[in-house]
């Protein structure tokens, strides 16, 4: 998990974030779950067994759910320096799984696992939004396209690129807040010691917000056409 580092010898340094690649690994196929099941707007409800979410994947354990899983897309936000000091993800390798690789943070992360992250105290999610745009439209878009469920998306611990990518998605399907909300934190049961906040959410609401609402943020900010976001809603949603 991140930790702060300081250097304290010669000329003073920006706090710097450490990923202690070998802590994550031991959290493989964990803070798993299916984000189906919670109604949605005009009594509806977010199709079960479609979308899933969970930490990384270089090892799924045969207890696991993950392990029988028949995903059709798996979708990796990993940076390209995690996956090559983590592994690959497990079920890529499975026959008829179609893998998509879109490495978020790339420019955070090296070899060392150093990342510095350009936010404001209290506002890290929020960044993680704006500073991956080009990558969460990516993302939006292949869940617009037909035949891509059932799909698993990750990152390394599965909770902050993951979490405000299920966040933004709950949005669109018109999930209340407040399940939005206990879904983030829901990653607490696996991360006790390093606990999220539901306020670590409210920028991004407050972005959502100053849009006119979740389709004018996904169109403004995002750049998600409105016929693939009614694409979504409709593969994704049920009565």
Not at 4 to 21: L, Y
Not at 52 to 71: C, G, M, N, Q, Y
Not at 171 to 198: H, Q
Request: glycine share 8%; with cysteine; net charge negative.
């Amino acid at each position: 998990m991140p930790k702060n580092k300081n250097k304290t010898e010669g000329v003073a340094e920006e706090p710097r974030v450490v990923i202690d690649f070998d802590l994550l690994r031991t959290y493989a196929a964990q803070n798993f779950r299916d984000l189906g099941g919670h109604p949605a707007a005009n009594s509806r409800r977010v199709r079960a067994s479609r979308i899933f979410r969970s930490s990384h994947l270089a090892e799924v354990p045969p207890e696991s759910p993950i392990s029988r899983l028949k995903l059709r897309t798996l979708v990796t936000l990993q940076s390209r320096a995690e996956v090559k000091h983590m592994g690959a993800p497990e079920p890529a390798s499975r026959r008829g799984v179609r893998w998509e690789h879109i490495p978020m943070g790339d420019e955070w992360f090296n070899d060392e696992g150093y990342t510095e992250i350009a936010a404001q105290s209290g506002r890290d999610h929020l960044a993680l939004v704006m500073h991956f745009r080009r990558d969460w439209r990516r993302f939006f878009k292949l869940l617009a396209e037909r035949d891509v469920y059932p799909l698993l998306f990750h990152c390394s611990a599965g909770r902050d690129r993951t979490g405000v990518g299920a966040a933004m998605l709950l949005s669109m399907l018109g999930v209340d807040r407040n399940r939005i909300v206990a879904d983030f934190l829901e990653s607490n049961l696996v991360y006790p010691k390093l606990p999220l906040t539901a306020e670590q959410l409210d920028p991004v609401f407050e972005l959502i917000d100053e849009n006119g609402g979740i389709e004018g943020f996904m169109r403004e900010v995002i750049g998600l056409a409105p016929g693939e976001l009614a694409i979504i809603q409709e593969d994704l949603l049920e009565d």
